[in-house]
């Protein structure tokens, strides 16, 4: 399939297995409660390119978020080409040779650390054009997972909030990232830490950015909760602009990814069905985070037990630990027959990697009026043109 080319059908059974299936009304779904908050609570909600970035679902986007944030290079030219706007940047690091780049497509640019701001303030623009910050550590995050908090002892991420002492020359905003699907009760709490530790900063800024994580998509998140929160801190700091940039917000139960079972092997008393996607390479948090994704139609277990339609999915790639198990269904599975992972549209197409060569999921929407648009599907060329 032409990589520019988008080819439209009314035939869902045509879709290639393996595929990612977004689904446009969910997907406004989310958009529209999106901008609810942030009309309501008078903030910035912007797209966060790390969690989602199917930039031919960009249209879509744009009828109710104008913004995005980028922490790249590719991913602020992304921006500045696709979304029509420059972005709000962060990267753990800029060299010198990127940054003159990185200014190009952004409005604002967050530094990492004070050594940055001094080793490239000599190349930050005085005339406006471009809005600089720095990111801020409150040495406090409620994400339990090691590897998905960015507050974590020793953290890389910002300067810790003991640490600060001065506003380096320049920095209009600050932004801090301390959730992970995160809930309102999480960020206020953040909030009134920094408050405490940071707070004779903030009338000296014109901005803070609250990162990602806040979940406001998931059911049971206290919506009307992050509205008060939000508010009241804007009335306490009527100087700020505030901006959050949740990314699986966005994405949150949008979408499934379809796949196909092709072969069943039983060994030492566990059957695994093998199925043509692989979760290390296609699913990768199922095995960061670690957590069971939820698959269409049946029962996640405990432990096996062999006198039921009992099942450890298998991922078809080399690695050892490619599988997660263990699930009930209320039938014997078939080679052939589909396997489908619920709420696989966020995280998962920007992290998916082509280890093993392995067939890499086609990228399907499903249209409003029931029409598919099957957006992209990968080919050998693909995988080829990645290596040297």
Known sequence: MDKDKVVTTNDKTQLPSPCYILEEDLLRRNLSLIQDVARRAGVEIILAFKAYALWRTFPIIREYVPYSTASSVWEARL????????AHTFSPAYTREEFPTILSYSSHVT??????????????????????????????????????????????????????????????????????????????????IIEQSLGHFLPQLRWLNMGGGHLMTRQGY????????????????????????????????????????????????????IVDVSFTCHMPDCLEMPYKPAIRGAR??????????????????????????????????????????????????VKTTMFNGVAHPSIALLRSDGSVELLREYTYQDYKDRMD
């Not at 009992?310 to 078809?316: A, C, E, K, T």
């Not at 198990?325 to 966020?346: A, N, R, S, T, V």
Request: proline content about 6%; charged content about 25%.
């Open 222 to 273: 206290d919506v009307e909760r992050l509205v008060r929160v939000l508010r009241a801190f804007k009335e306490r700091h009527p100087n700020l602009d505030l901006i959050l940039e949740p990314g699986s917000a966005f994405g949150w139960q949008t979408g499934f990814l379809t796949s196909s079972v092709v072969d069943i092997v039983e060994h030492h008393g566990i059957r695994t069905a």
């Open 111 to 192: 530094f990492n650390s004070l050594s940055q701001v001094e080793h490239l303030h000599p190349l930050m623009p005085r005339d406006g054009s471009v809005s600089f910050g720095l990111r801020i550590n409150p040495e406090y995050s409620a994400v339990e997972t090691d590897l998905y908090n960015p507050c974590a002892p020793g953290s890389r991420f910002g300067v810790p909030a003991s640490e600060l002492k001065v506003l380096p020359e320049g920095i209009e905003g600050f932004h801090f990232h301390s959730l992970c699907e995160g809930s309102a009760e999480d960020l206020e709490k953040t909030l009134e």
């Open 79 to 86: 921006a500045f080409e696709e979304m029509g706007a420059k």
């Open 300 to 349: 996640t277990m405990d432990e096996y037990r062999p006198d039921q339609h009992s099942y450890r999915i298998g991922g078809n790639s080399c690695l050892s630990g490619d599988f997660i198990g263990y699930w009930e269904f209320d039938h014997p599975l078939e080679l052939g027959e589909q396997i489908i992972f619920e709420d696989m549209l966020h995280y998962t197409t």
